[in-house]
């Protein structure tokens, strides 16, 4: 027999997430006043985030930005464009846009994931209670640690990424002989906007807000066993990856 799900809990459902993430949020960031007592959670987060994740940042910024290279090149590239269009095409993709998207998706992946798995085990084997039951602010403990983290952590991933990704443009252009390091650098300089890094930086500061916040709204009310943490590991890196992209066009319409 089928059973139709009733359009009312459709309509709910998402409401009530809402409302549960909305009042996290509150109790997180009333718990800021408390973060002097949790500044080694706070720098073991920015380690496990930023450090640790900037191997595989920049490994595919850099990848990003020399296949942009090489595909700008293959579109471009006539007697009747100068080749310096090339830079001038590349670096602002990769400040407005790739390097804070693929940063994006890499932490939401990496980061949102572990956070998720994280408070989703503490929650299903009852450890949070039990730091509640101590008289600790599990909220101040757990989460504001990891949202802030996340803020702080990843304009530095962003910046490292487009630096990475510029870099890795211009070197496959160069060796390619698709277009001189002067060439794609004077192009780059030509059509530098002043406001192009302080909207990425804006982005990133969104996007790290987004990730953390959401992976760890999903892990903290996880429910279920095992079975439930890998539905609120999955749950975390969808929903990031979603919201990141539809921070993503609200940003760009409204800043640009």
């Known amino acids: 027999m089928i059973v139709v799900k009733p359009t009312l809990d459709i309509i709910l459902n998402p409401l009530e ?12 960031f009333g718990a800021v006043s408390e973060l002097s007592i ?16 900037l191997p595989i940042v920049t490994m ?3 990848f990003s930005g020399a296949v942009t290279t090489v595909q700008t090149a293959y579109q471009l590239v006539t007697p009747l464009i100068p ?17 804070a998207v693929v940063t994006g998706f890499i932490l ?7 956070i998720a798995a994280e408070l989703g085990t503490m929650r299903v084997t009852e450890q949070i209670d039990a730091l509640e039951s101590m008289g600790l602010n599990s909220i101040g ?10 803020i702080v952590m990843f304009p530095v991933l962003y ?10 443009g211009m070197l496959i252009g160069d060796l390619g002989g698709f277009v001189p390091a002067e060439e794609f650098m004077k192009g780059a300089r030509e059509f530098f906007q002043p406001f192009d890094p302080i909207f990425g930086v804006i982005k990133s500061l969104v996007f790290g807000f987004l990730i953390t916040s959401i992976s760890c709204f999903k892990g903290y009310y996880t429910q279920g066993g095992a079975e439930g943490v890998g539905r609120s590991t999955t749950q975390a890196a969808v929903a ?11 940003l760009a319409a409204t800043l640009l």
């Open 17 to 28: 997430s809402l409302g549960r993430f909305s009042r996290l949020l509150f109790h997180a």
């Open 159 to 168: 910046v490292a990424a487009c630096f990475v990704g510029i870099g890795g």
């Open 83 to 99: 080749r310096s269009i090339i830079g001038a095409i590349v670096v602002p993709s990769m400040i407005l846009e790739l390097g």
């Open 141 to 150: 403990y757990l989460i504001v640690p990891r949202v802030l983290a996340g």
């Open 38 to 53: 949790y500044r080694k959670n706070l720098w073991e987060q920015m380690v496990k985030i930023g450090v640790d994740s």
């Open 108 to 114: 939401a992946g990496r980061v949102g994931a572990r």
């Open 240 to 250: 990031s990856c979603v919201f990141l992209l539809l921070a993503d066009l609200v």
């Open 60 to 62: 595919a910024a850099g």
